[in-house]
């Protein structure tokens, strides 16, 4: 069963417009949670991080929201820009014993229209 | 310039054949992974090392074999490949296995097609 699920494949945004990138889960149990870029033929890149104790982080255009009791995240990109366009992970660490590791969602891939 | 290496950068295989995927970071990260990805399933683990001398299975462990000998590498390896592990392997690190709030870096990747 898929702890970490991002239902929507792909997205196509105009230019300028807002970007907004949804992942649910299911383990409330989550103390933080990730956001990663990846464009092709390269690897991911970090993007942004919420702590489970808080409701909003946001770093320049990039803003994330958490949503508890929905169990819920997004990620907003105002305004979108053509560069923006790649696929977006979210993630969540789990722990078993004193090792840790990070799980992914599938992905959505962006598309930023000029 | 700090980070993780990967190679072979792409590379095809018969079935059947050996080969090793290597990682080398020079962040003197305690933890490394290797995830694969795949069309529609997103990254999935295969092992990892919390530190030199450890390792664990992650969620897809099976035809594949790691070991981490020193902090700075971890070499994946296909006894004996199979179709089914066509894909795209990243290597990551990062600092702890405990403390992960900024998360991984990965490798470039290495895409692998067994024929």
């Known amino acids: 069963d898929q702890q970490v699920k991002q239902n929507s494949p792909s997205l196509s945004v105009q230019e300028g417009r807002i970007s907004i990138l949804n992942c649910d889960y299911t383990n409330s149990m989550f103390d933080y949670f990730l956001w990663y870029k990846k464009y092709p033929a390269e690897g991911p890149t970090f993007l942004i991080s919420?702590?489970?104790?808080?409701d909003k982080n946001e770093d320049g255009r990039f803003t994330v929201f958490l949503n508890k009791s929905a169990k819920h995240l997004s990620l907003h990109i105002v305004p979108s820009q053509p560069g923006d366009s790649a696929v977006y992970f979210c993630a969540a660490p789990v722990y078993g014993g004193s090792q840790g590791n990070l799980i992914f969602g599938k992905g959505t891939k962006l598309s930023v229209k000029p | 310039i700090a980070g993780i290496t990967q190679a072979p950068t792409s590379q095809i295989l018969a079935a059947g054949r050996r080969m090793t995927l290597r990682c080398t970071q020079d962040m003197r990260h305690n933890a490394m992974y290797w995830y694969r990805q795949d069309l529609g399933l997103g990254l999935r683990l295969i092992h990892y090392?919390?530190?030199?001398?450890?390792?664990g299975k992650g969620e897809v462990p099976d035809g594949y074999s790691v070991s981490r000998a020193n902090t700075d590498d971890f070499p994946l390896t296909l006894a004996s490949a199979v179709p089914s592990q066509t894909s795209v392997y990243f290597c990551?690190?990062?600092?702890?296995?405990?403390?992960?709030?900024?998360?991984?870096?990965f490798g470039s990747g290495t895409r692998l097609t067994v024929v």
């Open positions: 990551a690190s990062s600092v702890s296995g405990t403390e992960m709030y900024y998360g991984y870096t």
């Open positions: 919420i702590s489970s104790i808080k």
């Open positions: 090392s919390n530190t030199a001398g450890t390792t």
